[in-house]
């Protein structure tokens, strides 16, 4: 059993209401009392994603949805905005997914330029755009609404956008953006578990879907909604997480959405005054600073490994190193899922207290 | 929340115990917490599957790896051998994952012949076979040692066995019988909530999913073997259901394997005694009958949803009254997980109480 709290960017801590929410017990999947728990989450989660949309409930991580995004969606090629790990990846799975598909490539740490984004589009190429809103390797939020704005002028094109460390934390109207898919999961801002991925897909998607083969069954689109039709899920569901789902919904509500986004952003601003006052420097330009964590630069060049080994040996606190090739280079602190201006205290004490031990002399 | 207890053939009624397992902290899943955690797992689970393969956790049901092995393993055609809702379903999963697919079909409550198998396999058509063991919807437990004799014959064929409703129920040797892909769900035989699936892949299998395109990310078995070489799984898993896992594994070691068999045999056989002495008949022939849930027929045409209704509503158990096209026709009794001879006298004295109501009369 761990002995630290978990500020990386998820899975993050996971609060002691939400674990016995989890124990309620299980019922038969295909039975009324589970089409009761399905249905009472639906009006808050339509609230939440501000969709009239159906929001599904997939039995797996974000990456299985992304993946079945891209086998329900793409007739003919894929345009991958890539800004970091997980946009990245997108490519990658596109292609093993047997599709056609192309990237749209900026530095870790920088946005996707909506006038690029147009510019590729252009060429008539692609039926299907995947972007990630919030690049929780890179702490960068990329501009959605403008980007919304370019896909606007391209029917033809679905969008699906992964709002795995975004949603909740800030408002992304997906109606009235006219985002088609949005996918998020369960153990970044909304401070569950993982195991659970959750999507809400357009008529415009839908009837593309209608049009692809060898969409499979498991992540099918039009098998989701049949089955959400009925108040069920196609296959076996991870149920305790759809009963913490429904705790989790009510406890949103109970604070306010606006005052949830508002918390998650004096929270970061604590995060970007810590790093500003220790002339720390963040990845992203600060415009595009991802309200949901912070990936700050080891400008300072300190002894980064050792800071956040020792802050979780000595503090009880675990931060993150840097992902993938900016391990060394970057470290991220989450302020996601239920943390407050106390908690947020605390770890940046913690930090100052031993962050001077790790400074290069 | 539910106020009864789940004797329906999965999900089957979960002990707090492991419900207290599952409300062990998460921790991040690339850290090095996580891999104690996933390889502290491994040798109970290999033991447990019998094989020296690699035992892979998947964050889905069990469809997802029946979907995933279908577009891992097929370059030619896959034969689904069909004898209930499940296995019938598999045929309509391939073709749905793109690829050609034939049936070898029986009634639903009847077993797969091997004879007929090795007649059909003679064609040369086919290089996947799929499988249901145990036909939960039937209460049907193929003979599977037969069948794997068959298969021994095939070396172009790759076998892929669903013990959804048998692992851990009789012994299912793995490797001594040459079984390629078994796969099984988390919330049958081992009464973990559901939410995670389990699968074993022999070299021969990863060997055909090298030569195989289009396999995608998220159930890709070469992709699974590369994270369990590092302790990781591919993507985020479902944290609380390994810790549950953990646990449970513990618990079976306990027990002892052997006797837990016993056990589930034991148990199976006073349900047997009750549908005899009530003038009920199981659906398969005797030699048939799966060992860890019943299927009656309604041979004595009793008000069946009456009775089912009225057992969970008074007596708070919930029992299965038929599946699918089954419904009104048969019912079906759990003896999975962890139910004793107390639990299950409990469970047939209950029916004996309420039963005579709901007679032809």
């Not at 501000?50 to 409930?57: A, C, G, N, S």
């Not at 593309?208 to 089955?227: P, S, T």
């Amino acid at each position: 059993m761990i002995d630290y709290k978990l500020h990386i960017p998820g899975p993050v801590n996971v609060s002691d209401e939400t674990y016995q929410a989890m124990s309620t017990p299980v019922m038969g999947h295909r039975s009324q009392d589970f089409v009761a728990l399905y249905q009472s989450c639906q009006p808050n989660l339509k609230k939440l994603f501000q969709t009239e949309d159906p929001v599904f409930l997939s039995t797996s991580s974000a990456w299985g949805v992304m993946e079945g995004s891209i086998r329900n969606l793409t007739k003919k090629k894929v345009l991958c905005c890539m800004c970091g790990a997980f946009s990245d990846k997108w490519l990658d799975v596109s292609r093993r997914s047997g599709k056609e598909a192309d990237g749209l490539q900026v530095d870790w740490g920088r946005n996707i330029d909506p006038g690029e984004l147009r510019n590729q589009l252009s060429s008539g190429q692609y039926d299907v755009v995947t972007l990630v809103h919030n690049e929780t390797s890179c702490g960068m939020m990329n501009p959605l609404l403008e980007i919304m704005e370019v896909l606007r002028d391209f029917p033809e094109v679905i969008s699906v956008i992964d709002t795995v460390s975004s949603f909740s934390v800030v408002p992304i109207p997906k109606d009235d953006w006219g985002i088609d898919v949005i996918l998020t999961g369960s153990q970044k801002a909304l401070a569950m578990p993982p195991g659970l991925a959750l999507l809400s897909v357009s008529e415009r998607a839908f009837a593309r879907a209608e049009q692809v083969e060898g969409r499979g069954y498991y992540f099918d689109f039009l098998e989701f909604r049949k089955n959400h039709e009925k108040g069920m899920t196609p296959s076996t569901p991870v149920i305790p997480l759809i009963h913490a789902l429904n705790h989790t919904l009510d406890k949103i509500f109970k604070e306010g959405v606006e005052e949830r986004h508002q918390r998650h952003s004096d929270l970061n601003g604590m995060v970007h005054a810590w790093v500003e006052s220790k002339g720390f420097e963040l990845l992203p330009e600060k415009q595009f600073a991802s309200k949901s964590l912070s990936c700050v630069k080891n400008n300072l060049e300190i002894d980064l490994a050792g800071f956040v080994d020792t802050l979780r040996r000595e503090k009880k606190i675990s931060i993150d190193g840097g992902y993938g090739k900016m391990k060394g280079k970057t470290f991220r602190i989450s302020n996601m899922g239920d943390e407050s201006t106390d908690t947020m205290a605390h770890l940046l004490g913690q930090m100052d207290e031993i962050l001077p031990r790790f400074m290069a002399s």
